[in-house]
């Protein structure tokens, strides 16, 4: 049995070092080959993941008093393992920051075209609070304001107008 075991320590072996020289590559790629090295990667760590399953296997048939050093060695694997993840999961962000900046743009065109639109939607904001004054003294010069005040007290405050005005 403990043959079969260090015979899936040698495929562990093998595997971890070729999904570490492949993670390393991963951030100095780009485009189709840096896409298809990170589902190679992918495919590899759930590869590592099914020969833990049959390392742990293989320690449950093992006899009691050598368990223990083959439970433990599983341990550092399942640990390495998971350090890997993280490792794969970090390249993976990196990527999809440079595909989000691809995307997105980091171009000063695009930063002054989002400024003139800032600045188009706050003067639009602007004019519409001012016909909200505009209606809001129309309805306390015509006595409607008695109303409203009414409503908003009904409400407990709720529904005030910007820029208040009146008293309560």
């Not at 951030?27 to 759930?46: A, R």
């Amino acid at each position: 049995m403990s043959s079969d075991f260090e015979s899936y320590e040698q495929d562990f072996g093998t595997l971890t070092a070729e999904i570490t020289n492949k993670i390393g590559r991963i951030p100095k790629l780009s485009g189709e080959e840096k896409t298809q090295l990170v589902l190679n990667v992918d495919k590899q760590l759930e590869e590592v993941r099914e020969l833990l399953e049959q390392m742990d296997l293989e320690v449950r048939e093992i006899p009691i008093q050598s368990r223990a050093m083959y439970n433990s060695r599983l341990k550092s694997y399942k640990q390495e393992i998971e350090k890997l993840e993280k490792d794969f999961k970090r390249s993976r962000i990196a990527y999809s920051d440079e595909v989000r900046n691809e995307l997105l743009g980091d171009d000063a065109s695009s930063s002054e075209n989002q400024r003139a639109h800032l600045l188009d939607n706050t003067e639009k904001l602007e004019r519409s609070s001012r016909r909200l004054e505009a209606g809001y003294q129309i309805a306390v010069e015509t006595g409607t304001y008695s109303v409203l005040d009414w409503v908003r007290k009904e409400r407990g405050g709720v529904g005030r107008w910007v820029g208040g005005g009146g008293s309560r």
